[in-house]
């Protein structure tokens, strides 16, 4: 007896479902009471899975679960492979013609993406020492499109900026020697915003930034930093957000010393990279009070307690006043994409050296540091 392979149908009709028995499934040629004792324990001890898929192919379903081989049904027989073919080709073209009604009768779902690719590069090669423009305009992009789906290019732009960040993290130890080589993930920047607090509930940045000290862009040190956004990039300076016991010696320091203060902040190259407004003469007043005004978004409304230990009647009040120690200057976005750009960076970071040695000599001094009354 030619054995032929089991196919199984299932039909549109309600009635009992009937399954095509073959010699193969029994390995061998049978009779029809075998398969009546191989067939019928299974058909009650799954009669409530086969009214189910009674229920199923009402809707149009046509499934069959492969632990369900053993219900068949001596009926069965009556159906070739040849009629089985037809219906479910049948069957599959009603469907299919079902789903295209439907399809036009509902409103299209389709959501149209601005960006499908990945900008050209316009014949600018992307390098390490410097960004390349599609970084900045993806940044200007993802302002306006802050969502999931104008990613796609995040990656060919982060990249640029994590290469861009290794170069400088070299030029920055050259001015600097006491910022080690840390890898780029220890002084960047993640692009994920912290929503938790904040009723923007945007979940990009739309800028890339970076912070270099002692320890990467966390710990207790001051910084060097770098802020890229297109219209708003800057190179900054100093201690961002100073733990208690941090602004506590910074204020002791200005307290006791503020000459110390004042020669540092009066330096001619500080003053005039990163506080600008200053007339040129100006006395060393001036600087102090410009640099206050620098700071001002974080600081005291009013003038320390009369229990704090400091003297409430400070020439320098308004610098004991404040509760973060930064300059900063702005930047065109051209300086970050320019042949000579790390070049141009290391010249604007500069002026900072002291200013940055100077913070850390307080907040973090060394143990052969002086500790000069001036």
Same mark, same amino acid.
């Given at each position: 007896m030619a054995v032929k392979k089991r196919k199984r149908s299932l039909h549109s009709a309600s009635g009992p479902y009937h399954l095509q028995?073959?010699? =193969?499934?029994?390995?061998?040629?049978?009779?029809?009471?075998?398969?009546?004792?191989?067939?019928? #324990?299974?058909?009650? &001890?799954?009669?409530?899975?086969?009214?189910? !898929?009674?229920? =199923?192919?009402? +809707?149009?379903?046509?499934?069959? &679960?492969?632990?369900?081989?053993?219900?068949?049904?001596d009926e069965d027989d009556e159906y070739s492979l040849a009629d089985d073919s037809e219906d479910s080709e049948q069957e599959q073209t009603q469907r299919d013609q079902s789903h295209s009604e439907q399809s036009e009768d509902e409103p299209s779902g389709v959501v149209i993406i601005p960006l499908e690719q990945v900008r050209?590069?316009? &014949? /600018?090669?992307?390098?390490?020492?410097? !960004?390349? #423009? &599609?970084? !900045? !305009?993806?940044?200007?992009?993802?302002?306006s499109n802050n969502n999931r789906r104008w990613l796609k290019e995040f990656r060919r732009a982060f990249r640029d900026w994590e290469t861009f960040v290794e170069r400088t993290t070299y030029t /920055?130890?050259? +001015?600097?020697?006491? /910022?080690?080589? +840390?890898?780029?993930?220890?002084?960047?920047?993640?692009?994920?915003?912290?929503l938790r607090f904040s009723p923007d509930k945007k979940p990009y940045k739309a800028h890339f930034s970076a912070a270099w000290s002692r320890t990467g862009r966390k710990g207790t040190y001051a910084h060097y930093y770098i802020h890229c956004e297109p219209g708003a990039s800057l190179i900054?300076?100093?201690?961002?957000? #100073?733990?208690?016991?941090q602004l506590q010696r910074l204020r002791a320091s200005i307290d006791e010393r503020p000459r110390r203060w004042r020669r540092v902040l009066n330096e001619y190259t500080l003053k005039e990279a990163f506080l600008p407004g200053l007339a040129p003469g100006s006395g060393e007043g001036e600087a102090l009070k410009s640099f206050a005004r620098e700071n001002k978004d974080s600081a005291l409304r009013t003038k320390p307690k009369a229990g704090s230990g400091f003297n409430t009647n400070h020439q320098d009040i308004e610098l004991l006043k404040l509760k973060k120690f930064t300059v900063s200057k702005r930047i065109e976005d051209n300086l970050l994409c320019a042949d000579d750009t790390q070049e141009r960076v290391k010249e604007t970071l500069r002026p900072l050296v002291n200013f940055i040695t100077f913070l850390n000599s307080i907040v973090m001094p060394d143990d052969d540091s002086s500790n000069s009354s001036e």
């Amino acid at each position: 007896m030619a054995v032929k392979k089991r196919k199984r149908s299932l039909h549109s009709a309600s009635g009992p479902y009937h399954l095509q028995v073959s010699s =193969q499934s029994f390995g061998g040629e049978i009779d029809s009471e075998s398969c009546k004792e191989k067939i019928t #324990p299974a058909l009650r &001890n799954r009669s409530s899975h086969v009214q189910q !898929l009674a229920k =199923q192919d009402e +809707l149009g379903e046509e499934h069959i &679960n492969d632990s369900e081989e053993g219900k068949q049904d001596d009926e069965d027989d009556e159906y070739s492979l040849a009629d089985d073919s037809e219906d479910s080709e049948q069957e599959q073209t009603q469907r299919d013609q079902s789903h295209s009604e439907q399809s036009e009768d509902e409103p299209s779902g389709v959501v149209i993406i601005p960006l499908e690719q990945v900008r050209d590069e316009g &014949n /600018i090669e992307y390098v390490d020492f410097r !960004l390349h #423009p &599609n970084s !900045l !305009l993806f940044l200007v992009d993802l302002k306006s499109n802050n969502n999931r789906r104008w990613l796609k290019e995040f990656r060919r732009a982060f990249r640029d900026w994590e290469t861009f960040v290794e170069r400088t993290t070299y030029t /920055i130890m050259a +001015l600097d020697d006491t /910022i080690p080589e +840390l890898p780029a993930r220890d002084v960047m920047f993640r692009i994920y915003r912290d929503l938790r607090f904040s009723p923007d509930k945007k979940p990009y940045k739309a800028h890339f930034s970076a912070a270099w000290s002692r320890t990467g862009r966390k710990g207790t040190y001051a910084h060097y930093y770098i802020h890229c956004e297109p219209g708003a990039s800057l190179i900054a300076g100093g201690i961002f957000a #100073p733990d208690t016991r941090q602004l506590q010696r910074l204020r002791a320091s200005i307290d006791e010393r503020p000459r110390r203060w004042r020669r540092v902040l009066n330096e001619y190259t500080l003053k005039e990279a990163f506080l600008p407004g200053l007339a040129p003469g100006s006395g060393e007043g001036e600087a102090l009070k410009s640099f206050a005004r620098e700071n001002k978004d974080s600081a005291l409304r009013t003038k320390p307690k009369a229990g704090s230990g400091f003297n409430t009647n400070h020439q320098d009040i308004e610098l004991l006043k404040l509760k973060k120690f930064t300059v900063s200057k702005r930047i065109e976005d051209n300086l970050l994409c320019a042949d000579d750009t790390q070049e141009r960076v290391k010249e604007t970071l500069r002026p900072l050296v002291n200013f940055i040695t100077f913070l850390n000599s307080i907040v973090m001094p060394d143990d052969d540091s002086s500790n000069s009354s001036e």
